[in-house]
T-cell receptor
Framework: KAGVTQTPRYLIKTRGQQVTLSCSPISGHRSVSWYQQTPGQGLQFLFEYFSETQRNKGNFPGRFSGRQFSNSRSEMNVSTLELGDSALYLC?????????????FGEGSRLTVL | KQEVTQIPAALSVPEGENLVLNCSFTDSAIYNLQWFRQDPGKGLTSLLLIQSSQREQTSGRLNASLDKSSGRSTLYIAASQPGDSATYLCVPQRTSYGKLTFGQGTILTVHP
């Protein structure tokens, strides 16, 4: 059974550009959540999707957005990139309707903003 | 608001030692708690999931206990190996649709 797949694994952008990251959850999982990890702030929640609906979001500016497709794959977009957006972006999938199932994380997408 | 504290922040031990990693959380209204390890620059790897109705879970050399009422969980690692070197994170979960709270983790180094 394939795990959570994130693409691209590494990318470099310049300030002002925008970026789209992709996450394919484990087959059968309908919940996808996104997190940002930086040395200074640690792991912080961005948003969560279930059946194409955003159910929750963290405290990030509107430059951070996401969506989920009917096949449960999810994308997140960051517009007008800032230096502080440099981070490891992780997505996690879980089976279910509630947040009581085991979470599985992908390897992450490492974004560097120059 | 959930807060997670992990003690110690860092631990360096010789190979073969038995270890105890501690986790405390402020909001005990959780459905489960999951322990992860993270290698540098990598994603989180699930180690153990303890449902709130359970007291402990075991997988190989790992054993995790949960005392929900006191807001504590402990991860025991038996006969540590250099390959166990990583950051360990405990993550208590509520039905908050992904809005997890992470502590800073315990950085474990096991040297040969």
């Amino acid at each position: 059974k394939a795990g959570v797949t994130q693409t691209p694994r590494y990318l470099i952008k310049t300030r002002g550009q925008q970026v789209t990251l992709s996450c394919s959850p484990i087959s059968g999982h309908r919940s996808v959540s996104w997190y940002q990890q930086t040395p200074g702030q640690g792991l912080q929640f961005l948003f969560e999707y279930f059946s194409e609906t955003q159910r929750n979001k963290g405290n990030f500016p509107g430059r951070f957005s996401g969506r989920q497709f009917s096949n449960s794959r999810s994308e997140m977009n960051v517009s007008t990139l800032e230096l502080g957006d440099s981070a490891l972006y992780l997505c996690a999938s879980s089976p279910g309707a509630g947040n009581t199932g085991e979470l599985f994380f992908g390897e992450g997408s490492r974004l560097t903003v120059l | 608001k959930q807060e997670v504290t992990q003690i110690p922040a860092a631990l360096s031990v010789p190979e073969g030692e038995n270890l105890v990693l501690n986790c405390s959380f402020t909001d005990s209204a959780i459905y489960n708690l999951q322990w992860f390890r993270q290698d540098p620059g990598k994603g989180l790897t699930s180690l153990l999931l303890i449902q709130s109705s359970q007291r402990e879970q075991t997988s190989g050399r790992l054993n995790a206990s949960l005392d929900k009422s006191s807001g504590r969980s402990t991860l025991y690692i038996a006969a540590s190996q250099p390959g166990d070197s990583a950051t360990y994170l405990c993550v208590p979960q509520r039905t908050s649709y992904g809005k997890l709270t992470f502590g800073q983790g315990t950085i474990l180094t096991v040297h040969p």
